[in-house]
């Protein structure tokens, strides 16, 4: 939950849309428009016993909390770090027997730091929760139902002891927490050289331009995956954020023509009772897919997925949204399941797809064209893997920044393909021996040629 504390922008009163933001200066492509810590944040129910509750870092050995036995943290210096933020909820889920849902620990926090700091953090702070929107008034009934079970089970456990709170206090918290809250993105890892030391080793928002924004322009941002159709899009902000769309993509129905493309085959396009079909059965396939998924029975997903794009490959665009879809989980599973070069077609395919429908600097392009070039490069496919790897980097050095993690990891990623793509140049025989031997944990010998030793070691990395 973030409030927003900008010096790059400013607010405005939009016409129709209430309050807004604009540039308060000219943006480049990859700069931060703002950086804010959370006001407060809690980890997803589902990520409880996987990451570290103070640095949210994904952690394979987690040490728990003595006290609540539910807080987790990669050790002692994220304990002590994340104490002023647990204490008081320590004790209430000791006291409660048990952690509540993340909605409940989120507004518990929320409320605590009210009670400690006051709605106002920052001098630059655009605005308090009170006068966030909460759109109660707007939420339909089932919905309302959830909330106010959240509320009753918010009661439950929120301590006698701390400064007690009305129902129409704790709900208009479950509203804001609805339709302004984020996922963070954790950058610094504790990273040193981060710009601005106030930030050092929080957890923070960031939020960067895509593009060249010139000074004045309203900033906009996107609330859900583009790889909808424009109707969904519409239909899932009215859900969570109730307002309607007039962006130009959502206006002009841009590029639903190409999410919903069918394959020509000699000049002719599939009947719409044969689109009709193969649609059909891509939905029902998706649901089986998932279904084996969640069971952790792979070898059926991959099954499943051969199955749907024998079925869709004559009929569905590459671009087609179902289509995409299949070939997303069969490339991540075949990966997975070390089918590396089966996986690295249907993620060449995706990737290619994506390209077509995304923005050029999209973050989940970015992903998309990472996780295909290191598939390509465990296929030893050692060109294609560099070159994809390298695109990636190039993108999200924009949607990330030089000091994320995952852009490190990118960029020793590609010094090691830069590396192996030399030697696969001077002697493709030589690499491919190594290559063998290093993934049958063989030692190499016999060599025709000196390699550097680093070269050997990355093999085994992987």
Not at 177 to 200: D, E, K, P, R
Not at 262 to 282: F, I, Q
Not at 329 to 335: N, T
């Amino acid at each position: 939950m973030t409030l927003g504390n900008m010096e790059n922008v400013e607010v405005f009163d939009t016409e129709g849309k209430g309050r807004g933001l604009r540039a308060a200066k000219e943006l480049c492509a990859g700069e931060v428009v703002f950086a804010e810590p959370s006001f407060a944040a809690v980890v997803f129910d589902s990520l409880s016993a996987q990451v570290c509750h103070s640095c949210f870092r994904r952690q394979e050995k987690l040490h728990r909390c003595g006290q609540c036995r539910f807080a987790q943290y990669c050790d002692r210096t994220c304990q002590r770090a994340c104490w002023e933020e647990h204490k008081q909820e320590c004790a209430a889920i000791k006291n409660y027997g048990k952690a509540p849902n993340e909605n409940i620990r989120l507004a518990a926090r929320i409320l605590w730091r009210i009670g400690k700091d006051g709605g106002l953090v920052s001098d630059g702070q655009l605005t308090t929760l009170d006068e966030l929107e909460d759109h109660m008034a707007d939420m339909p009934e089932e919905d309302l139902k959830e909330l106010k079970i959240d509320v009753h089970n918010f009661l439950d456990y929120w301590p006698r002891g701390s400064r007690q709170y009305n129902v129409d206090c704790i709900s208009h918290i479950f509203g804001v927490i609805n339709c302004n809250g984020f996922t963070l993105i954790i950058l610094n890892h504790g990273n040193q050289t981060a710009l601005n030391s106030v930030y050092h080793s929080q957890r923070r928002i960031e939020l960067r331009a895509l593009g060249k924004i010139a000074k004045g322009e309203e900033l906009t941002v996107g609330y859900v995956d583009f790889l909808n159709v424009s109707t969904d899009r519409q239909r899932l902000l009215k859900q969570q954020y109730f307002f309607d769309c007039t962006c130009e993509h959502c206006t002009n129905h841009s590029k639903d023509d190409l999410m919903m493309a069918t394959k020509e085959v000699d000049g002719k396009e599939p009947s719409e009772s044969v689109v009709k079909e193969v649609t059909e059965y891509s939905l029902k396939a998706l649901e089986k897919i998932e279904k084996a998924r969640t069971e952790g029975n792979y070898h059926e997903v991959v099954k499943l997925c051969r199955e749907a794009l024998e079925k869709q490959d004559p009929v569905l665009a590459d671009t087609h949204l179902l289509h995409l879809r299949i070939l997303s989980v069969a490339s991540e599973v075949l990966s997975y399941l070390q089918f590396f070069k089966e996986a690295a077609g249907y993620a060449h395919r995706m990737v290619e797809g994506y390209k077509k429908l995304y923005h050029a600097n999209n973050a989940q392009l970015g992903m998309a064209t990472m996780r295909s070039g290191v598939t390509h490069w465990h296929a030893g496919l050692i060109e294609d893997g560099h070159s994809m790897i390298c695109k990636a980097y190039a993108i999200l050095m924009i949607t990330h920044g030089p000091s994320h993690a995952i852009t490190k990891d990118l960029e020793a990623m590609r010094m090691q393909t830069e590396m192996e793509l030399r030697m696969f140049k001077q002697n493709e025989y030589v690499y491919h021996t190594m290559r063998e031997a290093a993934l049958k944990n063989q030692p190499v010998s016999m060599m025709t040629q000196p390699i550097e030793d680093g070269i050997k070691e990355m093999f085994r990395k992987k």
